[in-house]
């Protein structure tokens, strides 16, 4: 069993059973299931050839959606939160680390601008690729910025307005992970469909380096270089990293109107972007 304490707030994951407990709860919460058949459209290689020789059924990552204790319900509904959790076997599917479909957030009505998430890393090792597109119609035109960020345990990583992600799970164990975000949308998942993925793929490298190697997707006609960051600290938006974001949500909830109104943040995401550029450094990267 993997104990989890977020700030007082039990999280315990069985693998064996592959269940979560949240809270004092006694019953393990139901999840969204995203099995090796539901990939295939995003797998490396990007040509359609197979990538994997498994079962079908085998289960890759695990979603946990709106998760808070009884007495934060009302808290949570009356700012739009939702608080979840996702867990992602460790492995690789043929030579790519697990990761999940990807995704990108809708434009809030009213305004020109998505809707932002917030990461934290609770157990186990993340990379959290950004990408932001030339032309959310028309993702065949290619990418203006993508940046990849190396996660470990209380690491937090905005998912900024205007880009979408993946996570993929580099390390050894099962990654968990927890995320704060508007509850009043869908994701969109079918532009990195029909992409066959992100602008990169994340594949396991040599046995004697533990870097990742990352590789491009050709189906972009334009692809910029990587930017590979650690994640970044004590910038505007993100909570202290002592602190879990779910305590931090429930102690300060205005700190996080960002997530509902992105449209009156957007010189706070600059900055964070800008930080995150100035932290990065090159990786193993083939194009």
């Not at 993997?2 to 994951?13: A, E, F, N």
Request: with cysteine; net charge negative.
């Amino acid at each position: 069993m993997i104990k989890l304490s977020l700030d007082g707030l039990t999280v315990k994951w069985d693998p064996g059973e592959r269940a979560l407990y949240f809270g004092a709860a006694a019953k393990a919460a139901k999840p969204d299931i995203r099995y090796l058949k539901d990939m295939q459209e995003v797998l490396y290689p990007v040509d359609g050839e197979a990538t994997d020789d498994g079962d079908p059924r085998r289960e890759l990552y695990f979603m946990f959606r709106d998760l808070h204790l009884p007495e934060h319900r009302a808290l949570f509904r009356e700012k739009g939160i939702r608080f979840d959790i996702t867990v992602l076997v460790p492995g690789t599917i043929g030579k790519e680390f697990v990761k999940t479909a990807g995704h990108y957030h809708p434009f809030k009505p009213g305004t020109s601008f998505t809707y932002p998430e917030l990461y934290e890393v609770l157990y186990g090792k993340a990379d959290y690729l950004l990408q932001k597109p030339s032309n959310f119609d028309k993702p065949e035109e290619g990418l203006e910025e993508v940046i990849a960020v190396a996660a470990e345990p209380g690491d937090k990583v905005l998912i900024p307005s205007g880009f979408g992600h993946i996570t993929i799970n580099t390390g050894n164990d099962f990654l968990i992970m927890s995320n704060l975000v508007a509850d009043n949308f869908a994701s969109i998942y079918e532009p990195l469909r029909r992409m066959r993925g992100a602008g990169y793929c994340c594949l396991s490298g040599p046995a004697n380096t533990q870097a990742p190697l990352f590789v491009s997707n050709p189906c972009y006609s334009s692809c910029p270089p990587l930017h590979y960051s650690r994640p970044v600290e004590a910038v505007p938006l993100l909570p202290e990293k002592g602190i879990s974001q779910y305590q931090a949500f429930v102690r300060h909830p205005q700190s996080f109107t960002f997530l509902t109104h992105p449209e009156d943040f957007q010189e706070e995401f600059a900055r964070y972007l800008e930080a995150l550029r100035q932290n990065s450094y090159n990786p193993e990267v083939t194009r």
